[in-house]
Structures are given as structure tokens and as C-alpha cells.
């Protein structure tokens, strides 16, 4: 499978596209302010205790209380092989006011606040380093056996009591002995570093922070046939191709700098993919089609025939687009990033072998997931449920929002979204020729693109010598906006308009 990733930062926020075999596999969107507090460590305050749900709420300074299990015993580690985790374990005891150190697994979503835990994990490019978790583990990735166990003793005798682990990761293999245990020595020093900042630390501060999107995705994927990644900021293309150098198992000619006029995201065809991706309706390339609907308890997916109609019988066609279905549902729930429970209706089939044909096709298109997924047998009714961990926020959260107009019953899209169309736009009119761009827009994004400096990166360098002008409507809806050039040396505008320095 051929992969090629996209990375660009710009409006405060960065991004990141997978693409696959040229499907849109994989989005991210991460402001830049506040980043994934997943895997951040924070000082915390328990300000709740419930018995009855053997669970506690610690105040971390976020926006939300966190959730913390008290029985928590240790972390999800069933994708790795390893020793056994020791699962009798007391339960822990805290009191109200008690302080401790969480460390943020889950992310907040809707109403929820964040959960935590507090088995403290650091991560590295090879190992992770596991302070009070008794657990030797190794990526199920990694298949030969006798490396499997050389690589097992060699974390073995790097834990320095019968109380730390280590998880060893994908690209351990590229490593050298000297290179895993210099990576270990200074994942201990950063845990130690960090047990030593929170003696003095105030309740909600940060003692450690992962690395942001890009950086993250570099450090912990690139499997199969890497055909490029492409950057479209310098500062951007600068870290990363620091980073590729230290992990020595990508050619730095595959870090490609885009220096295209225009918005390479929309360039290479990534923005109307990522606008299909935002819509409940899903085609299939035989007719079918999908209908994703989200709830707050889960996520139901409906399969449609469309206009597949088969050439031999009802039961062929049907079992047709189950099939296809099957696929493109792994890929959008991982495009969209979709956790929790999934109930997907497949059009009803009798045949039993049909209905184990289609369950194991979306199991296999499921492996291929990093997140974890568990599929259970088709009911009856020809319903499929299936689980998938929760990794980060969902994709669209940060595209899409609902509707203020009625009632939260439908869905717009969300700022950023609008402003990523409005700054391809812009690009796509001075790369025309043209030294100014006329701009008419809902007058709360343009009040949002002067409060908050979103286009300040742009102003500075590459619209240094352009003009853009912002003439502001009240009736203009929040997604809608026009672009026009023009070349006047005189040119006459409205007296609401406003020239973006």
C-alpha cells in the first residue's frame, strides 16, 4: 500500500492527511496553543470522591474535573505481548484534597471531562518507559522471534527494579543495543525530572507535555510503501527533517518541501476530501452507500444498495455492497477517527456464509487500524457491533459544530474549517496574478480573523506584498464567503471594509 503524508500548519492550528493508494485515510487537526493533552502529565487535586462507582474527579487545571478509576490496576497494554500484569492489585485510597500525578489517556469529549490514570507512561522513538508498571512488553509488529526475545532481554536488563517495565516499540529493531540503552537512560531522566518538578509544582500546572501532531506522527508511524511526505511550512519542514535524520530509517529525499503558490493541502486534492468527510452520506464505488449518524452513546451506520443493482440475484447484490460497505467503514472510522461503540445495519442476507464473509471483512479491514477493535458475529437482524479505542479527539470535532439556529438538531462547519477554504482561496487568487484580494464574508469571521491574528503568519510572509481587503455581512451565512482579484491601482470599497495588515 502506497502512503504519502501531508503536514501544514497555518490559522493557529496544524495539519496532517494520510493518504492511501489515493484514498484520504487519516486527518488530524491540532491548534497549536493547546495541542493533544493526551499523555500529558499534570499535578492534580482530588475534589470528588464517588464509593459507589469506585471513582474519583481531579481537578488538573483543564476546563473539565478528570475522571480517575480507583481500581484502576494497570494500563491498556493487550496490544503488546508481554509479562503478565498484575491485576489483584488494592484499589487505590484517596481523600478530597489529596495531591497527586495523573496522566491524561482519554481526551475530554462533550460533557465528559478527560480520563487519567496514574501509571505514568514516557514515550520514546523506540521504548516506553513504564516508572511503576511491572510490564516487559513487545510490539505484536515486530514477528521474528529471535529478535523478539534478544530485544526482550535487552529491556529486561535495562529496568532497574522489579517495579518499572518497558514496552519495546515497532522501530526497535532499527536501533542499536547502545542506541536502546541511551534512549532508556534518558526517558528515566525525564521521569525523574518530572516526580522532582512536582514536589514544588502548583496544582493544575503541566509537568510533562508529548511533542506536538507532526512530530508525533513521524516519531510513531510509517509502515509500508512511503512515497513522500510533504511539508507546506518551512519552520515545519526544519523539525522534521531533524527529526528524520535522527531516526535514520526514512530517506531525507522523501521529506519534500512544498513551495507552490497556493494551498498545498488543496493542491494536491486533500480539502474536498477532507469536505466529503464532513458529510453523513458516504458513496461506495459500486453505487451504495452509507449514512453515519453520531449519538451521544454511539456511533449507527446504515448500508444502502443506491444504485447497485447486480446482474444475477437479490442475495448476490445485496452481499456486493455489504462487502464493499465492510471496507469503507474501517476507513472511515479511522478517517474521522470514530471511538467508542459502532452498530452498523448491513442489508438483511439469509445466507449464514454471507454473513460470516462480511464479518470477517470488516475484521481484516479493521487490523489495519492502529487503534484497537474488537468486532462481534452479525445478529439476525443483520446488525454488526464493534468497539474501537478511543485515540485522540474525533477529526471532525474540529471541523464541524453544531447548529446555534436550531437547537443543536444540525451541524455547520466549525471556524477553522471555513477559514482553511478562505485561505486556499485567497492563495488561489494571488497565485493568478492578482496584487489584492476582495473579500466579502460573515462579519463574525472576519471579526475572528482580525481579534485573533489568524492570517498573521500569511501577512508576514508569503502576502507581504499583496493586499487583502474584508468587507463584513450580516446575511451572509458563517461558511459563505467570496474572493475576488483585482489589479486597480484605485480601488473603491465600502466603508465597512478593512484592510488585513
Known sequence: MKKEWFFDRFCGRQFAALVEDGKLAEFSVEREDLGSIVGNIYKGRVVNVLSGMNAAFISCGLHKNCYLSMEETYTDYTKYDGTLVETNAKPLKLNVGDEI???????????????????????????IYLPSTDFLGI????????LRVKLL?????????????????????????KQLKAEAAYLKKLCLQTLQAAKNAAVGEVLYEDEDLP???????????????????????QKLKRLIRLRGDVPEKKLIKYDGERSMLKEYGITPLVY???????????????????????????VNTGSYVGNTSLEET???????????????VRLRNIGGIVVVDFIDMTDEKHKEAITEELRA??????????????????????????????????????????????????DIFTLMRLRAAILDCFADGYNAAVVELHEGIMHKILSDGVFSIEAKNRWKNKR?????????????FTVRGDNSNVLHLPDKAQILY
Do not use: W
Not at 500525578?101 to 523506540?126: C, D, E, W
Not at 512530530?215 to 519542514?237: K, N, Q, T
Not at 466529503?276 to 449507527?300: C, F, K, M, Q, W
Not at 487583502?468 to 459563505?480: A, D, G, N, Q, S
Open 365 to 414: 479491514a479493521l487490523a489495519q487500524d492502529k487503534a484497537k477493535c474488537k468486532v462481534l458475529p452479525m445478529s439476525e437482524l443483520c446488525l454488526t457491533e464493534f468497539t474501537r479505542k478511543r485515540v485522540g479527539s474525533e477529526a471532525m470535532s474540529f471541523l464541524i459544530k453544531p447548529c446555534e439556529h436550531c437547537g443543536g438538531m444540525g451541524e455547520v462547519h466549525e
Open 276 to 302: 466529503e468527510a464532513t458529510r453523513p452520506t458516504v458513496s461506495l464505488d459500486n453505487g451504495g452507500y452509507l449514512v453515519i449518524d453520531h449519538t451521544e452513546a454511539l456511533t449507527a451506520i446504515d
Open 101 to 127: 500525578l495523573v496522566q491524561v489517556t482519554m481526551p475530554p469529549r462533550g460533557n465528559k471531562g478527560a480520563k487519567v490514570t496514574t501509571h505514568l507512561s514516557f514515550v520514546g522513538k523506540n521504548l
Open 468 to 480: 487583502v481587503y474584508l468587507i463584513p455581512h450580516k446575511t451572509y451565512k458563517e461558511e459563505f
Open 139 to 146: 510490539s505484536r509488529k515486530i514477528t521474528d522471534e529471535k
Open 318 to 332: 445485496v452481499f456486493a455492497v455489504n462487502l464493499e460497505a465492510a471496507r469503507e467503514i474501517a476507513r472511515q
Open 153 to 177: 532481554q535487552t529491556a529486561e536488563k535495562m529496568r532497574g527494579s522489579a517495579d518499572e517495565g518497558f514496552i519495546v516499540r515497532t522501530q526497535a529493531p532499527f536501533a542499536t543495543q
Open 215 to 237: 512530530v508525533r506522527i513521524v516519531r510513531d508511524s510509517f509502515e509500508g510503501e512511503l512515497v513522500a511526505i510533504r511539508v507546506g511550512d518551512e519552520e515545519l519542514y
